[in-house]
């Protein structure tokens, strides 16, 4: 929904450039906000970039991508594999949460009784 119909103001106070949101047509204000949820939210570094060549090896050490330009490669690697390693890894994070409430609403549930 465009920012002039919800009448909303985006605006940070933690980023390092100040910016100036207006109101009017244009991103709705949660998307910034989850853009710079997913920019700040700690990853853990050790494997990252073993992660990143495991990515690269799956997608170009092969015979689909013997045919792409090698600066093509080393674009996807620099730009697009760092956002999604980063994304996976957060998501794996929130999954280890979701598993680990869904085992402890279930063993709090009581057994079912058998006629």
Same mark, same amino acid.
């Given at each position: 929904?465009?920012?002039?119909?919800?009448?909303? $103001?985006?605006? #940070?106070? +933690?980023? *390092?450039?100040?910016?100036?949101?207006?109101?009017? =047509?244009?991103?709705?204000?949660?998307?910034?906000?989850?853009? /710079?949820?997913?920019?700040? #939210?700690?990853?853990?570094? %050790? &494997?990252?970039?073993? $992660? @990143?060549?495991?990515?690269?090896?799956?997608?170009?050490?092969?015979?689909?991508?013997?045919? @792409? *330009? *090698? =600066?093509?490669?080393?674009?996807?690697?620099? @730009?697009?594999?760092? /956002?999604?390693?980063?994304? %996976?890894?957060?998501?794996? /994070?929130? +999954?280890?949460?979701?598993?680990?409430? &869904?085992?402890? $609403?279930? %063993?709090? +549930?009581?057994? *079912?009784?058998?006629?």
């Amino acid at each position: 929904m465009p920012a002039r119909a919800t009448a909303r $103001y985006v605006s #940070f106070r +933690q980023l *390092p450039l100040p910016l100036l949101f207006e109101k009017g =047509e244009g991103l709705y204000g949660k998307t910034v906000e989850y853009i /710079h949820a997913f920019n700040t #939210f700690p990853v853990d570094a %050790s &494997g990252y970039t073993d $992660y @990143i060549d495991n990515c690269y090896d799956g997608l170009f050490n092969n015979a689909e991508g013997a045919v @792409i *330009p *090698p =600066e093509m490669k080393r674009a996807a690697r620099d @730009i697009l594999l760092e /956002h999604y390693v980063r994304a %996976s890894l957060i998501a794996k /994070h929130y +999954q280890k949460i979701y598993a680990t409430v &869904g085992r402890w $609403y279930m %063993s709090a +549930q009581p057994a *079912p009784s058998l006629p």
